[in-house]
């Protein structure tokens, strides 16, 4: 399905952009840019506390902030600002007399409005990570998620961009009653042992985002994906949905086309039954609890998403298709072909695009990625170009992605943090090292760039060939498959590559091709199956 390459490697130098205008009491000072910092000097940035590990001077315009240069500062916690005294419980007093408290009248203090902070002003060339906010054109606005060259618009309801209000302008708060101090009027009478009443002061709750429960999206704890032509190729003619084999829980129909001005467009293959035939087919395979989804790219996708006009089309189009043919959601396979590289437009288009889809959809959307391993985990050997590409789209997208199934195959050797030279595709310690940069995470440029924070397990599944014929290179045997499933989730079978923790809710296994599996004599979904029915 995809063309080996040999890469480039280069690398990229991320501009964080430090805010401005933040007031608070902090015991360590604020970082400055300019100042010349001896080793163990302790500064507080963006509400945290760090270390510097070496003596240096932070030369106006490197913005070599403690959050970016692990080289340079260590963080030694969140910053120690002027503690919220907690109220003390009161000590009873023995009544001599019995005090008469009268109710207090409440006095309320009207606030001055307090000016919100301006912060930097957006930069076309800097790279944003959520989090840090910019002012743009008298309007503040936070990251969403990692961006670069994507300018801020107060009516982009999904973009990268939160619209945080004017700079520079103050909202009155909320007066906030003030009880008076009561004046005790005391009566001489029998004394009685008062027992003080404390009335506490309400606390509001801190949100909970739960966590979704493995299998929530209706498909089974641990699932089998792949994916269906809609052309012939070797494996012969394409088949028909219904004739797909029932161990396949994610069917993946491959694929839509660039239909141009961003709009996409799927066209069935004759092969595969007539419209309403192919209607009624994946309505059957649903109604067994199957998932069938269209997929975007391949070898030759081509995708247009460069305009807000392209953005438009690209979702109200998929939109058309997933009600024509009732399909769950979208399955993101874009390539180099649909230029898919680090500081184009498509990277901030796809993640809004996907989004405004999901509202359209409603919550039952589903939505899975199938990058090339340079594109996820090749972040980790350099972090530009198409090397890392995918990383700020899983990112901007981790809330609503169900699955991400990369694939480790035809793209050579796999570095990551678990061993000095590269794994080798096939092999149980490659499937286990990339699973393991998805769920803990790691950084890019070797350990020194931007942080791409870890998925749940359950969000985390591998791809591999169904067979020797269906891919140039990383062809899989049934016993590495299932060595690979029980290492994550048992800690058993595990090669060099070992956990340091089991992950029992680990989603999965994703291959190419369903057809191909079906001309091989389902060598690869039955024997893989069993492996997974048999994770706990």
């Not at 080289?71 to 910053?79: A, C």
Request: proline residues 10%; neutral net charge.
């Amino acid at each position: 399905m995809k063309v080996r390459f040999t890469p480039r490697v280069s690398r990229l130098l991320a501009a964080l952009v430090v805010s401005c205008g933040i007031f608070a009491a902090h015991a360590a000072p604020a970082w400055q840019e300019g100042t010349t910092y001896t080793a163990g000097t302790v500064v507080t940035y963006n509400g945290k506390d760090y270390q510097a590990l070496v003596t240096h001077t932070a030369y106006v315009g490197t913005n070599w902030n403690p959050a970016s240069t692990p080289t340079l500062w260590k963080e030694t916690g969140t910053s120690s600002a002027t503690p919220t005294p907690s109220p003390a419980t009161p000590t009873p007093r023995p009544a001599t007399p019995t005090p008469v408290v009268a109710t207090p009248t409440p006095v309320v203090s009207t606030p001055t409005p307090a000016p919100t902070s301006c912060y930097a002003t957006w930069s076309s060339t800097a790279v944003y990570t959520g989090g840090q906010r910019v002012t743009y054109n008298g309007v503040n606005y936070e990251a969403r998620w990692w961006s670069q060259n994507n300018t801020p618009n107060p009516t982009d309801e999904w973009g990268v961009w939160k619209n945080l209000g004017n700079c520079g302008s103050g909202t009155p708060a909320t007066p906030t009653p003030k009880p008076a101090t009561p004046t005790p009027t005391p009566v001489v009478s029998t004394p009685t042992p008062v027992t003080p009443t404390v009335t506490p002061s309400p606390v509001t709750p801190t949100p909970v985002t739960p966590t979704p429960i493995p299998g929530a999206d209706g498909l089974p704890k641990h699932a089998l994906i792949g994916y269906w032509h809609n052309f012939t190729n070797p494996s012969g003619p394409t088949i028909r949905i219904r004739d797909v084999s029932d161990d396949w829980d994610v069917i993946m129909l491959s694929f839509g086309e660039d239909g141009g001005n961003g709009a996409v467009t799927f066209t069935l293959d004759p092969n595969g039954g007539t419209e309403a035939e192919f209607i009624a087919d994946i309505a059957a395979k649903r109604a067994k609890g199957k998932k069938v989804v269209l997929s975007l790219g391949g070898q030759e996708g081509r995708m247009t998403l460069n305009t807000r006009e392209n953005v438009t089309n690209f979702v109200n189009s998929l939109h058309g298709i997933i009600n024509k043919y009732g399909l769950d959601g979208i399955d993101l396979d874009l390539e180099s072909g649909a230029g898919v590289v680090l500081g184009t437009p498509i990277i901030n288009n796809l993640i809004t695009a996907m989004k405004e889809l999901k509202a359209k959809v409603g919550p039952t959307f589903y939505l899975s990625m199938a990058p090339e391993h340079p594109y996820v985990q090749g972040g980790y050997v350099a972090y530009s170009g198409i090397w890392g590409a995918y990383l700020p789209i899983i990112d901007g997208l981790r809330d609503d992605l169900n699955m991400i199934h990369v694939q480790y195959y035809n793209n050579g050797g796999l570095y990551s943090p678990y061993a000095n030279g590269a794994l080798n595709e096939g092999t149980v310690d490659a499937l286990v090292g990339g699973s393991l940069m998805l769920i803990e995470g790691f950084k890019t440029v070797g350990g020194t760039g931007w942080e791409f924070k870890g998925l749940r397990p359950d969000q985390v599944a591998f791809g591999v060939p169904s067979g020797s014929r269906s891919a140039n290179t990383g062809f899989v045997t049934s016993a590495t498959v299932s060595s690979a499933l029980n290492c994550l989730t048992k800690l058993q079978n595990c090669g060099t590559v070992k956990p340091k923790q089991a992950y029992p809710t680990y989603r999965g296994v994703m291959t190419w091709s369903i057809n191909w599996d079906r001309t091989d004599g389902f060598n690869f979904s039955k024997p893989t199956k069993a492996a997974l029915n048999a994770l706990p």
